[in-house]
């Protein structure tokens, strides 16, 4: 029995790199391997996005409204642009790291019987505490004197430890794109990831859904943290300790389910299956992996999978960093006997390194069965054979590595093998690896890389960890992967994990090939997406190249279908062509859908067999046969 295929045909998002639609993040990071036209228009492209020019009457202007021409941004934003992307240091819209905000508690003491002091009566505590003695003023307030102890918190500042992060590019502000009505930063980079996964298929929303029926559509996504902003969960939790009021939003926008919700209810209108599953650090492919089982089951056939997470917080940062789990100044110190500390280079898998960077994204993917890309035409950019997932069972520590990942890593590479054979599992495969950069991580993951390469008879076996460049953006972090995997693809370069010298001499490297530079590979055929997360959640999807892809799709459709699946393709290309030049303009086009298109609920036809709705052009089957017709 065969299953269907699950097929790539968008992709979009935002991380420190840039921009994740047609690769411009991917050129980021390998911006000097690139040909010179791809970099002229990364760095449009990026300094759109970072509002360092944009387009006045069809013409590009810098911020002075001066005329300027596309091959002149490097000359004059280059640096900026490179300093404006990555990881960097923590920039003071997120918060100062040199200045961090906190409350200082105070035990006051009296120094002559009482402690005095006045304020204004609304301002009294209540209950009133027995010893206080308050005399009233007049004109609102009061004189209050205190005979015991009196323990108080002020605003006060402190040097955090922990400096640095990948941010998204400077500048750039996804809230700023539409109406974001104080939304956490968190979902407001879903709304643009999703818009810009939407809008890099080529084909109008609307299309798609007229040729299934509605409920064949899903959405997968979910954070970690959840939202982590004071218009979310941060400022819930803390807002009474600082004086302030709770507000309607905060417990709501907080919550983790709130990237598919606001995918759902804004950008697609969806009424299909929805999906939010949290794997800690895997939480990308645990959503993929549900996508995937429900487009092989026939359950869904279109589908939107990702996740987003803004954590860039001082509080998040001080959880993980009391954790030991950040690289913090002291240790990046250390490490390179020097008193200066490079912001650009404190993640370094599998090098000498003291721990994570964290970072902040938005990924999304859009999935396609293999018989409705053929029918609509739509571009492949790969296809998901499988994505496993398992635990590591019994844990001395719950943040410990475990043998779940030996099991997930060992099942993708089987089933490539299975499926294209030794040549291309042997010859032209590449691990993105979780490389967290822990001195932890880069032993026990290179060891499981190691012992499955010599079980497999894999030499050389290229491995790259986009973490050295973007940080460890928790949920989204394998989709930073997935969307290294396809600009891999797409230009042929395998990055090379530039932030450190060499390899650690406690890596196990025998059979993997861990390059510290750039390098061109060639074609590849398949990318295994490795994530190993807190608690012991693992996972490893296995994807298959575009190329590989379609020579799977014309062994299973006619030639016939294969030419008119070209034919469609070149209009579809054309209008992924057109989104491309407006974004690298800056012209995103966002869908915020607040209040539109509300379904009518009470047009709604129901029958035996299925639903209508006057919004959709297909109705929604409902199950008529008995699956247990053998037992009953």
């Not at 002020?154 to 009505?181: C, V, W």
């Not at 917080?313 to 110190?333: C, D, P, Q, R, Y």
């Not at 709705?613 to 929604?620: G, L």
Request: with cysteine; hydrophobic share 40%.
């Amino acid at each position: 029995m065969t299953s269907s295929l699950p097929v790539i045909i968008g992709m979009g998002g935002i991380n420190a790199a840039g921009r994740t639609s047609f690769h411009q993040g991917f050129r980021r990071i390998i911006i000097d391997k690139i040909t010179a036209e791809a970099r002229q228009e990364t760095f449009v492209g990026l300094a759109s996005l970072m509002k360092l020019v944009s387009y006045k009457n069809g013409q590009l202007v810098d911020q002075q409204g001066d005329e300027i021409l596309a091959s002149d941004i490097e000359a004059k934003f280059g640096q900026q642009i490179l300093d404006g992307t990555l990881i960097r240091k923590i920039e003071k819209n997120h918060f100062d790291p040199d200045a961090t905000h906190w409350y200082q508690k105070m035990h006051v003491r009296p120094v002559d019987k009482t402690i005095c002091f006045e304020l204004r009566a609304k301002e009294l505590p209540h209950p009133l505490p027995h010893a206080w003695q308050v005399t009233d003023l007049g004109d609102g307030k009061v004189n209050v004197e205190i005979p015991e102890e009196l323990t108080i918190s002020h605003d006060a500042y402190r040097d955090n430890p922990i400096k640095a992060a990948g941010q998204m590019p400077t500048g750039f502000e996804p809230g700023a794109l539409y109406n974001s009505r104080h939304q956490p930063r968190g979902l407001q980079a879903t709304i643009f990831a999703a818009t810009d996964a939407i809008r890099s298929i080529g084909i109008e929303w609307d299309a798609i859904i007229d040729k299934i029926s509605p409920d064949q559509v899903g959405t997968y996504s979910a954070s970690i943290a959840g939202q982590m902003q004071a218009e979310g969960f941060g400022g819930l939790l803390k807002s009474r300790l600082a004086g302030s009021r709770v507000s309607t939003k905060q417990f709501a926008l907080g919550l983790n389910t709130m990237s598919t919700d606001f995918i759902n209810a804004y950008v697609t209108g969806n009424i299909g299956t929805t999906v939010t599953s949290s794997g800690a650090c895997a939480t990308f492919l645990y959503n993929l992996r549900s996508a995937v089982q429900d487009m092989q089951a026939g359950r869904v056939r279109v589908a939107i999978v990702g996740s987003a997470e803004a954590p860039i917080t001082s509080e998040v940062i001080e959880g993980f960093g009391n954790m030991s789990a950040l690289a913090n100044e002291k240790g990046l110190k250390k490490l390179d006997n020097t008193d200066n500390v490079d912001h650009r280079r404190t993640s370094r898998p599998f090098g000498e390194n003291c721990g994570f960077t964290i970072g902040e994204a938005a990924q999304f993917v859009v999935l396609m069965d293999d018989a409705l890309v053929i029918e609509m035409g739509a571009k492949v950019m790969a296809s998901v054979a499988d994505v496993f997932v398992n635990a590591d069972g019994y844990k001395k520590s719950i943040t410990a590595p475990g043998p779940g990942n030996y099991i997930t890593m060992a099942k993708s590479v089987a089933l490539v093998q299975s499926v294209l054979g030794k040549e291309s599992l042997q010859q032209r495969s590449f691990i993105l690896a979780h490389g967290s950069s822990t001195p932890q991580n880069r032993v026990t993951e290179s060891l499981i890389y190691d012992r499955i390469a010599a079980s497999f008879d894999i030499d050389n076996w290229p491995i790259s960890a986009p973490k050295a460049f973007v940080g460890h953006t928790l949920g989204p972090a394998s989709g930073d992967q997935m969307a290294m995997a396809l600009g891999i693809f797409s230009d042929k370069i395998m990055p090379g994990i530039t932030t450190i010298d060499k390899i650690a001499d406690d890596v196990h490297s025998d059979r993997l090939n861990i390059a510290t530079e750039h390098w061109h590979c060639g074609d590849m055929d398949v990318a295994f997406i490795n994530s190993k997360g807190f608690g012991g959640n693992n996972a490893t999807a296995a994807v298959f190249s575009p190329e590989v892809t379609l020579a799977m799709m014309t062994k299973r459709y006619s030639e016939q279908a294969m030419t008119e699946y070209q034919q469609k393709l070149t209009l579809v290309e054309q209008a992924q062509d057109v989104y491309r030049q407006r974004a690298n303009q800056g012209e995103f086009d966002v869908i915020y859908k607040f209040g539109e298109g509300l379904l009518d609920e009470d047009s709604i036809e129901i029958n035996n067999d299925s639903l209508t709705f006057a919004e959709f052009k297909h109705a929604i089957s409902l199950p008529t046969e008995n699956p247990f017709s053998d037992m009953v």
